[in-house]
């Protein structure tokens, strides 16, 4: 074994997986460790956001942490290295090997199989990294750094710098002391300055300089916070003095542009609100929605939800109107099963399928989910509910699993919490329908001949137009209506 090959296997490179079903990228929420941790096989070393959920990532090796190559709020690609671990500290000083700067395609290839492990992946159990032709860069020296000053990563520079790791400098004699920067910038702070792209799209967008910027971030980062308060003076400029009188034109600023610009905020688009926004337009202008509505008198149903608060079967679990909702809607579904089928446009076919996975719309902190419940249509009512009460109690967490928002057949989405009567919800991608279940209210209603006080919502069913006739989509709706109308149906129909 040579000593490049000895090197190449104590220091193991941990790349982003692919924590769900095609996804290429994800975010790095937070670091558990730091260099010079110590980690064991199967610790959690980092938590990330995907377009679906947040996932904590383990390590799938022993030893200390040498080197995390991107920070927090940093996007990262799949098969990309985010951390690097010394899997034998004790062997002497924790240089890791700089690959070779001339090396050829087949000697590189042969070079990372004999680096790669013999036994497990470098990846999440069941999902394995996409091919990446990353390669882990080097440190290099950052030009004007006094020697006892500890440089910034290479890794750190080329995340800050969009990505692109900085040219080596060409050698020469030891630079002189540079004198400080105006603004209180950092001294020896030549080139570039350090910033994260979101940080530098805001300076732009404000037209601030970040050459004039004193930063105040960790080795010499430039923040957020730093941008906005160079842009401060800049809101209200002290009036030049005009000999003369002056035309009003020149005298009066522009009423609003600087105001305006100081009171918007700029967010990147990522994550969740990246992914809901990719699929809602994809289903929106994919699928020929229909959407038809229908009010219902649903009294009978409310009694019958306090009722089931007080059943001893029913005891510990979360019983709300939203429960039976669910369950009509899958009586609805069983009586008419050629409504639960999807649109396969590659193969043109379509696919009927013998089973509910029923997706319910969560709004949590990170924004809009739809996690769904497997097999739902086979599960009794404690079942459900219990399935239902940790579904959103886990999506509120911030912990819903990709798996758990994969393979959904149809959704219910629940905008009457909002005291909103009801909607036109859009198809969540390869589903064939949308229940949006509106508030209770009560309301005048005619009720065995007499107008009386009862609680009435409105039901709206989106549906896929290329499955579902009119004729088959109102009978669905209908269907469910009229189980929430008299309850009992869920025995009779069920």
């Not at 007499?450 to 709206?460: D, N």
Request: glycine letters at 8%.
């Amino acid at each position: 074994m040579t000593a490049s090959t000895a090197k190449a296997q104590r220091f193991r490179e941990f790349k982003m997986p692919d924590v769900g079903e095609g996804l290429t990228e994800a975010e790095i929420l937070k670091w558990y460790v730091q260099p010079g941790d110590t980690v064991t096989d199967g610790q959690v070393v980092c938590e990330v956001e995907t377009a679906k959920a947040a996932v904590e990532l383990p390590i799938p090796y022993d030893g200390v942490v040498h080197e995390l190559n991107f920070g927090e709020g940093v996007t990262v690609d799949v098969g990309t290295v985010i951390i690097s671990v010394d899997t034998d500290p004790g062997a002497g000083p924790a240089t890791a090997p700089a690959p070779a700067p001339e090396q050829a395609p087949q000697d590189a290839a042969k070079g990372e199989e004999e680096a790669e492990p013999q036994g497990r992946q470098a990846v999440l159990v069941g999902y394995g990294a996409a091919p990446s032709s990353t390669k882990r860069r080097a440190r290099k020296p950052q030009a004007g750094v006094p020697a006892q000053q500890e440089p910034v990563s290479a890794a750190l520079q080329a995340e800050l710098n969009g990505r692109t790791a900085p040219a080596p400098a060409a050698p020469s004699a030891p630079a002189a002391p540079v004198a400080p920067v105006a603004n209180g910038a950092a001294a020896g702070a030549v080139g570039r300055p350090l910033a994260k792209p979101p940080v530098r799209k805001l300076a732009k967008d404000l037209g601030i300089d970040l050459a004039t910027i004193a930063p105040t971030g960790p080795d010499g980062i430039i923040t957020r916070e730093d941008v906005h308060a160079a842009a401060a003076p800049a809101a209200a400029p002290a009036p030049a003095e005009v000999p003369g009188p002056a035309p009003v034109a020149e005298a009066v600023a522009p009423a609003g542009v600087v105001d305006a610009a100081a009171r918007e905020r700029r967010v990147p688009v990522k994550g969740v609100r990246k992914a809901t926004a990719q699929a809602m337009v994809s289903s929106a202008f994919t699928a020929p929605h229909v959407t038809e509505f229908i009010t219902v008198d649903v009294t009978r149903t409310m009694k019958l939800v306090q009722e089931l608060k007080q059943d001893p079967d029913m005891a510990g679990l979360r019983v709300n109107p939203l429960l039976l909702v669910a369950k009509a809607f899958l009586v609805a579904i069983r009586r008419h099963p050629e409504v639960n089928a999807a649109w396969d446009e590659a193969r043109q076919e379509i696919v009927y399928k013998d089973y509910v996975n029923l997706g319910i719309a969560a709004a949590t902190p990170r924004g809009l989910i739809v996690p769904n419940i497997k097999d739902a249509g086979a599960k009794t009512l404690p079942q459900l509910a219990g399935e239902l009460g940790d579904l959103v109690a886990t999506a509120r967490e911030g912990k819903t699993s990709p798996a758990a928002m994969t393979g959904g057949t149809v959704t219910i989405t629940n905008v009457g919490v909002f005291g909103v009567d009801t909607g036109t919800p859009i198809l969540n991608p390869g589903e064939s329908a949308i229940l949006a279940f509106g508030a209770v209210k009560l309301q005048p209603w005619v009720h065995k001949g007499k107008v009386k006080a009862r609680q009435v919502t409105t039901l709206a069913l989106s549906f896929d137009h290329r499955l579902i006739d009119g004729e088959l989509g109102s009978k669905l709706l209908a269907d469910v209506a009229a189980v929430l109308e008299r309850p009992k149906r869920l025995i009779t129909w069920g």
